[in-house]
């Protein structure tokens, strides 16, 4: 027989063997296909309702369904099937069959007629006795009831009928059950083990009258059990009643008096192995003495010998310290974060949320489908208001996942460290490709990257958060032409080797159509973060009235922003020199030592141009107003004020005259630095950059306002 034959019947005779050992068989098979089959091979289909957060569903994954005992039963009488209960199908019959909890376990006859469900965790082999028992007649829902109705008072059933009530929400109609079969029992039937979990489950504090059956006739248990199991039970529920007072928060007063009555009880029990609880009442005392930082302290101290228990409730009320000191909320911050350990994934997010809330912080969560790679890394990272930030994360299949804890919104990077995406490039040795995006904390973000070697990446937007959503659609989906042909000029210059100052004309195209999509988009959404961030970051390209005019229509809570705050703070301080206003009149010597005078220039525009010789922008800009000055001197009085960065005065005046002189400047030239200390003209205007101009008008009021090397004052000069 030909090998490969043999090979290929060995596998196949193998697989349910392999199958079993692997654990329960779930079978990548629709609902109808599954009852259809279920019924062919003369089974029942069970079904997993899960969800991907559910802490739970992913331990019955991880440490029930590949057992290979549960696998062995499950796999002889199910057709199993394992369904996201939040996606596509598995919402579908979620809701037909109304789950509401995960997870959430459900076995169905052939023709669809649900026979049983359980939902939670249980250990493999209490799990697979309740799926066991559920599907037999006798025990099933109906039988129980049958049963119970019928008079039957043993210990199974009682305890299997119990469950069965509270499962089904009906507390109280449980715990009477579990009572009224307590209250019937002789003193010698109490105490015999079959009638145990009366007590280990059922009972759960040590107010109730069955513990305080168990401490009065102690002894009798102990005979009857065991000292171990006897001492654990009694451990439970001092434990329990120790809880209130070695956590911060208790659902109801705790007192010196209580706790030092549960001392003695703990006391006269005398239990054999008292485990934590002399640390636990360490920790209750300093509690109770009501200085959190000492309780933080010592929770720190004793947690190395906590049990994980007792740990994870301490941490679960930390945030009660949120009024407390950054100090101690920083202590509380420390304790959560290295104690993460102690409870499951889904517990974990809780007691993460709860550290973010003392921090100040909330999650971000990015998902980016990026077709041109399967697998990889990227870097996210920025300057945000507490430095400099930085993280790698790992992708598969095509799919980037971001999960970022921000106190603040910042613009960040995205790095793609993927090979197929890698240019060589000769100043930088290895560039890798980058996405801009918006972090916002409590926000979310789904786009898609198209990304291709030596190009510059692309983003779709596909959802999320309005901060992200507008700075996509600024800085992606509405970029000029101009911006996107000098964005990708400068990725091709720079693997190439060569020089992006050789493109001057590309440059002044793409600044022009950068600053007119930005106007544009700050103009035509008033109200949305990134406006606010722009409008700040390109002050100087507004006018200042129309500026307060868009800071006026922004949110309260965009005002109250640090963004919001900063804008104020340049609005007030430059309203006295906003355009309408009445320009501060100054005497200042030219460079032939004639007084200049805006009252004397009254009646006549005025152009004053603040720039430095040591200024490079101010430099490159008297070219163009040379050609201005030539142009409208015959309509305007142009005036240099020269401001150097230098403290000898004879020195400041050699740059001065040697810059005016390169540059060819011949008109009215002051240098500020000249009589500085009894008039400074950079504070009588209010001047922070240069190069600044400012045109007056022949009444001495403000017409415009300009900062920057490409603010073109010829726009207000072609109308004079």
């Known amino acids: 027989m030909n090998k490969k034959v043999i090979i290929w019947m060995a596998g196949i005779l193998l697989l349910p063997l392999w199958v079993c050992a692997q654990g329960v068989n779930f079978r990548p098979l629709s609902y109808t296909e599954a009852i259809e089959l279920a019924a062919k091979e003369n089974k029942m289909v069970f079904i997993d309702f899960y969800t991907t957060w559910c802490g739970p569903c992913k331990r019955m994954s991880k440490e029930v369904f590949p057992q290979q005992e549960v696998g062995e039963y499950f796999n002889r009488t199910f057709i199993s099937l394992k369904l996201d209960a939040e996606k596509e199908n598995g919402l579908e019959l979620a809701k037909k069959y109304a789950v509401k909890a995960f997870p959430t376990f459900v076995v169905l006859s052939p023709d669809g007629t649900e026979v049983f469900r359980t939902s939670g965790y249980r250990p493999a082999d209490e799990f697979v006795e309740k799926i066991r028992k559920g599907i037999d007649s006798r025990w099933s829902p109906a039988g129980l009831t049958k049963r119970y109705e019928k008079g039957e008072r043993t210990p199974q059933l009682v305890d299997d009928y119990a469950t069965l009530l509270l499962e089904q929400g009906k507390t109280n109609e449980g715990f009477g059950v579990i009572n009224d079969?307590?209250?019937?029992?002789?003193?010698?039937?109490?105490?015999?083990?079959?009638?145990?979990?009366?007590?280990?489950?059922?009972?759960?504090?040590?107010?109730?009258?069955?513990?305080?059956?168990?401490?009065?006739?102690?002894?009798?248990?102990?005979?009857?059990?065991?000292?171990?199991?006897?001492?654990?039970?009694?451990?439970?529920?001092?434990?329990?009643?120790?809880?209130?007072?070695?956590?911060?928060?208790?659902?109801?007063?705790?007192?010196?008096?209580?706790?030092?009555?549960?001392?003695?009880?703990?006391?006269?029990?005398?239990?054999?192995?008292?485990?934590?609880?002399?640390?636990?009442?360490?920790?209750?005392?300093?509690?109770?003495?009501?200085?959190?930082?000492?309780?933080?302290?010592?929770?720190?101290?004793?947690?190395?010998?906590?049990?994980?228990?007792?740990?994870?409730?301490?941490?679960?009320?930390?945030?009660?310290?949120?009024?407390?000191?950054?100090?101690?909320?920083?202590?509380?911050?420390?304790?959560?974060?290295s104690n993460m350990q102690v409870a499951d994934e889904f517990h974990q997010r809780i007691l993460r949320m709860k550290m973010l809330e003392l921090e100040g912080k909330k999650d971000f969560t990015l998902q980016a489908e990026i077709d041109a790679v399967e697998k990889g890394k990227v870097i996210v990272m920025g300057w945000t208001p507490q430095g400099m930030l930085q993280d790698t994360f790992d992708f598969t299949d095509h799919r980037i996942r971001l999960n970022m804890a921000a106190r603040d919104t910042s613009r960040l990077t995205l790095k793609l460290l993927c090979e197929e995406l890698a240019c060589p490039a000769p100043r930088l040795g290895t560039y890798y490709p980058n996405v801009s995006l918006m972090v916002v904390p409590g926000e979310y973000a789904v786009m898609k990257i198209r990304a291709e070697k030596g190009k510059v990446p692309e983003v779709d937007w596909i959802r999320g958060g309005t901060v992200a959503y507008d700075y996509w659609r600024l800085y992606y989906e509405q970029v000029d032409p101009a911006e996107a042909a000098y964005r990708q000029l400068t990725m091709t210059n720079m693997l190439e080797g060569g020089d992006i100052r050789d493109y001057k004309e590309e440059f002044d195209a793409y600044m022009q159509a950068n600053k007119q999509t930005i106007m544009a988009f700050v103009r035509a959404n008033p109200r949305s973060y990134i406006s606010l961030m722009n409008l700040l970051e390109h002050y100087n390209w507004f006018d200042e009235n129309e500026a307060e005019r868009i800071y006026d229509q922004l949110p309260q809570e965009l005002q109250g922003t640090a963004y919001g705050k900063i804008l104020k703070r340049k609005l007030d301080a430059g309203r006295p020199y906003r355009p309408g206003t009445i320009a501060p009149d100054f005497v200042k010597k030219d460079m032939n030592g004639k007084d200049v005078s805006l009252k004397k220039l009254k009646g006549k525009y005025v152009l004053l141009d603040f720039w430095g010789s040591w200024c490079g922008p101010c430099r490159a800009s008297h070219p163009h107003l040379k050609e201005l000055h030539k142009k409208y001197s015959g309509k305007v009085v142009f005036v240099n004020v020269a401001d150097e960065n230098v403290k000898d005065l004879e020195q400041a005046k050699k740059l001065w005259k040697q810059a005016v002189k390169e540059d060819g400047m011949t008109w009215t030239q002051i240098l500020n630095n000249e009589g500085k200390e009894e008039q400074d003209l950079l504070k009588l205007y209010n001047i922070t950059s240069f190069p600044t101009k400012i045109l007056i008008d022949p009444e001495g009021k403000v017409v415009a306002r300009l900062v920057g090397a490409t603010a073109d004052p010829e726009e207000f000069l072609k109308a004079l």
């Not at 010698?188 to 109730?208: A, S």
């Not at 005392?285 to 004793?302: A, F, S």
């Not at 409730?313 to 407390?324: G, N, S």
């Open 181 to 337: 079969y307590f209250n019937r029992l002789s003193a010698r039937k109490k105490v015999k083990p079959e009638n145990f979990f009366l007590y280990e489950r059922y009972t759960l504090n040590f107010d109730d009258p069955k513990a305080q059956y168990v401490f009065d006739n102690r002894e009798q248990f102990v005979r009857a059990n065991g000292k171990e199991i006897v001492d654990k039970l009694l451990y439970s529920w001092l434990r329990i009643r120790l809880i209130p007072y070695f956590s911060l928060r208790s659902p109801e007063p705790v007192t010196a008096e209580g706790l030092q009555k549960l001392k003695t009880d703990i006391e006269q029990v005398k239990l054999t192995h008292t485990r934590a609880m002399p640390d636990l009442l360490a920790i209750a005392d300093v509690r109770m003495g009501g200085n959190v930082r000492e309780y933080l302290e010592i929770c720190k101290e004793k947690f190395p010998v906590l049990e994980d228990q007792d740990r994870f409730l301490i941490l679960l009320d930390l945030e009660v310290v949120m009024t407390e000191s950054q100090e101690v909320k920083q202590l509380a911050v420390d304790l959560l974060r």
